[in-house]
């Protein structure tokens, strides 16, 4: 945990620095002994903590937290010796207000409560990754392309689709109908189909499985891939794998 403390004094400033040197988990302790040299190291350091002084020459607590923005603050525990700022701290989400003096007993309080922010935070961000990844996982790949000839519109279902071969800036999808152009490169559709279905056997083909009637040795590694409807297709090594593993 990096922790940043901000206090116009420094017996203060060393008072706090005293009392996490008994905590465990602190990688880094820096100090600002203002308002605006606190926004800088906010910005600059990302610290996971923030100890900060509410009446300060300059710019006060509250103003380094308008600066900031309180959605891009860490958490944030005040101190002053001034009780009446209390409510207006926890308007900012403030974690904790420890008032001057305080002793090492309400500082563990202080910081384990922090402990409990940062722990609940991480718990949703960990909970948002999983979700993430699940999202990730049930990628929905494509079910049918949409192709323009001339004035006219219409789908074509992947089941229909013997393969795919490159036309320099297009894509010609060979069908069981006939062959359509469709402006798009290989490289995208082939992250847009679902591998389970086709496979790229050649920098310009792409294969319906299901369409693949046998595969033949042809000459240095590559080979032949002979579909139902009895066509051929050049497989090059780098890509049998994908096919005969």
């Known amino acids: 945990m990096k922790v940043l403390i901000v206090d116009d004094e420094q017996p203060a400033r060393k008072k706090i620095i005293s009392f996490l040197n008994s905590e465990t988990g602190i990688e880094q302790i820096s100090e600002a002994g203002n308002g605006l040299e606190a926004i800088d190291k906010i910005r600059d350091e990302k610290p996971d903590l923030v100890f900060l002084d509410i009446q300060m020459p300059g710019k006060d607590g509250f103003g380094v937290i308008a600066e900031i923005g309180s959605e891009n603050m860490p958490p944030v525990v005040f101190v002053t010796a001034y009780d009446q700022y209390a409510i207006d701290a926890f308007d900012v989400n403030a974690v904790d207000y420890l008032l001057k003096p305080f002793d090492q007993e309400r500082f563990k309080v202080s910081f384990n409560r922090v402990l409990d922010e940062i722990k609940i935070k991480r718990n949703k961000s ?9 999202i990730k996982k049930e990628k929905k790949y494509l079910d049918r392309i949409l192709i323009n000839v001339g004035a006219k519109y219409f789908f074509v279902a992947l089941k229909e689709i013997l393969y795919i071969s490159s036309a320099e800036k297009y894509a010609e999808l060979h069908t069981i109908k006939g062959k359509y152009l469709l402006r798009e490169t290989m490289t995208n559709l082939e992250e847009s189909l679902d591998p389970e279905m086709f496979a790229r056997i050649h920098r310009s083909y792409i294969v319906n499985i299901e369409q693949i009637q ?9 080979y032949v891939v002979i579909l139902k409807n009895g066509e051929k297709l050049q497989m090059s090594r780098r890509y049998k794998d994908r096919l005969m593993t």
Do not use: F, K, V, Y
């Not at 948002?128 to 990844?133: F, G, H, V």
């Not at 046998?214 to 590559?222: I, L, N």
């Open 126 to 134: 960990d909970e948002l990754r999983l979700i993430l990844n699940e």
């Open 214 to 222: 046998e595969m033949q040795p042809w000459s240095h590694g590559d």
